[in-house]
């Protein structure tokens, strides 16, 4: 079993969803006592919040890059990035590492592809909704990638910041969930992509009528297939 790396806190609600759905897949796949080995770098939110409301891309880039040479030098023989949001500097980490970088868009688009659906919701933080570095490679995978209008992107925002990011979660706020993500569907979605690793506290399948796709989720899922590959390829 390969040598998971974690970069987590961004935030740590959604961090240790990471841990526990990573070790519970290493348990359902190999039974018995087994779990994942792994390496968690965590780092402290509130800084790395500063730097996306500051537009300081570069400088979030080069701590979490900090962050990916630090696992590998624990012994991380792959990386995992925590968050859909900060794979705009993804680029930056995996220059940084000579390991592989596992890509969160990538795990979502195959899963997508694999279940036939094409126009796709997309639902995150506004930086993942509104920037390219996510839809374009959603885009460039085959997919037709829908967002909801300018008022829900900034409601679906506001809610992982104020609210999920801090573990609150609140029935009022399912609901707006429930009612941008019905809008989508009326603009021709056939599934939605909750493109936040937070947004699976708030809402699951049961709050939409076409499939959701946990990115969170399907980022663990990727990982532990690379960590069980005998190629590790």
Not at 9 to 19: I, P, Q, V
Not at 88 to 115: S, Y
Not at 183 to 194: P, Q, S
Request: net charge negative.
């Amino acid at each position: 079993m390969k040598v998971i790396g974690l970069i987590g806190g961004m935030s740590w609600e959604s961090t240790a969803l990471y841990y526990q759905w990573i070790n519970q897949q290493v348990k359902h796949q190999l039974g018995g006592l087994h779990s994942a080995r792994l390496v968690l770098w965590s780092v402290d939110f509130q800084q790395i919040e500063r730097l996306q409301v500051a537009g300081q891309w570069q400088e979030a880039g080069e701590l979490l890059a900090e962050a990916g040479r630090h696992l590998e030098a624990a012994g991380a023989e792959m990386v995992v990035l925590c968050t859909n949001t900060m794979h705009k500097v993804a680029p930056q980490i995996a220059g940084a590492i000579t390991i592989p970088f596992i890509h969160i868009a990538d795990a979502t688009a195959n899963a997508l592809l694999k279940a036939g659906a094409r126009n796709v919701g997309l639902l995150g933080t506004r930086f993942t909704m509104e920037q390219d570095f996510y839809r374009a490679r959603l885009v460039e995978a085959g997919l037709n990638v829908l967002v909801p209008e300018e008022d829900d992107r900034a409601q679906v925002h506001r809610i992982i910041y104020d609210e999920l990011c801090l573990g609150d979660i609140r029935d009022a706020s399912r609901q707006i969930y429930r009612e941008v993500m019905q809008r989508l569907v009326d603009k021709g979605a056939d599934a939605i992509i909750m493109g936040c690793t937070e947004i699976t506290l708030l809402v699951n399948q049961q709050d939409a009528r076409v499939p959701l796709f946990d990115t969170t989720r399907l980022h663990a899922d990727a990982a532990v297939a690379f960590a069980l590959s005998k190629t590790g390829s």
